[in-house]
């Protein structure tokens, strides 16, 4: 009994903590860094399906604003040659700040620049009411194309990065066809808002059209510059945030209210981790744009190399001549060997469209993670009928 009692009255000592062998086993990169998703989505960019929708969208883009050329549709302005649907080239209409345009020039590529000029188009005080018409017009359409085309290469890419199976080329266009309308009304009910809070601003600009009423604007404009703060809160936010509304819609399956509403919430709750992604992405774009100019190259060089060993030196030398030299007087065979080459060059060049929409989906979710705490993998996976397809 006694022994029983001094037992329990001993002191116990505390457990000793196991020792590891000091090796890190694994790595769980999605957590320690979920930024590396940006990575995964360059790398599903060169998916075919993902290539294929992208030029598709570059070729109804090139032929909209082509229409649009010829119609003149932009008056006053000089606008650039839309040669090839790979360039998808945009007016070169400019915005009215020389600074601004030669850092657009400098730090963006060629096709996001040119946009950017054109968005700025309607914004400008300056501009006549045809530029505004027309600018309008080519966003328009701009807008409707990629609603259709960026929302099927979100769904694609979002799948992938949850570990889903992916769509087919069929499936996406399915998939873009029915929710490309929630995509396009998410811009367009933003930019019907900017326009009714306009409705001051316009009623009082027919009042500065006099002396007296330029002196009432001027002492009232600290109240009008107050009031275009939401303006300016609206056209950042639909500009900026346009391409995570079209990751939303491809990722949740959600409606317009829903992408404007996510959207604006992670791009003004976490706008550095907004700029942060974005300035991740423009690295890579680098490196990955060489590789498909790469292999744009390294095709077309290697097929006339290995007709060559049966055509000869001579044969050879006057093929690429006629094929570098301008103009419609080359024989048929050397202009089919070109039209083909040039449209392998447009296929491929395309994948600058598809590579942003695939970003736009990475940074969407991991904004999606950085605000609601969503896990990185969660996709909506609901399927439309011929979804899967």
Known sequence: MSTSSSQESLPVAP????????????????????????????????????????????????????LCDQLDLFAGQTLAAVSTPAAASLPATGISD?????????????????????????FRPSATLAEMAGALVRIAWFVAVWSIFGTA??????????????????????????KWLAAFNSVAFVLAGILALSVPGAILGLLMRSDWGLAFAGA???????????LSILAVGVVA????????????????FQAISTAFSYLYQRPLHYIFYGLIALAVSLPALA?????ATATST???WAASLGMGHDRTVAVLDGLHAAGGAAPWGIQALGFWTRGLEAILGSFG????????TAAYMLLRRDVDGTELDEVVVDELPGESA
Do not use: N
Not at 28 to 44: E, I
Not at 291 to 295: E, G, K, N, T
């Open 15 to 66: 457990p000793r903590p196991l020792q590891g062998d000091g090796v890190v086993h694994e790595i769980q990169w999605s957590d320690a860094l979920p930024w590396w998703l940006l990575f995964r989505a360059a790398g599903h960019a060169f998916a075919p399906t993902v290539i294929l929708l992208a030029a598709l969208g570059a070729l109804a883009t090139w032929g909209g604003w082509s």
């Open 153 to 178: 290469i979100a769904r694609c890419v979002g799948l992938k990065l949850a570990g889903e199976e992916a769509l087919g080329l069929t499936g996406a266009l399915w998939f873009g066809s029915r």
């Open 353 to 360: 469209w598809g590579y942003f929409w695939a970003i736009a």
């Open 291 to 295: 590789a498909a100019s790469l292999f």
């Open 241 to 256: 945030g346009w391409p995570l509304m079209v990751g939303a819609v491809g990722v949740e399956r959600g409606d317009s």
């Open 220 to 230: 009232i404009w600290p109240l009008v510059l107050a009031g275009a703060v939401v």
């Open 302 to 304: 290697l097929a006339l």
């Open 98 to 122: 020389p600074a601004l345009q030669e850092w657009l020039a400098r730090w963006l590529p060629g096709p996001a620049a040119t946009l950017m000029q054109l968005v700025a188009v309607p």
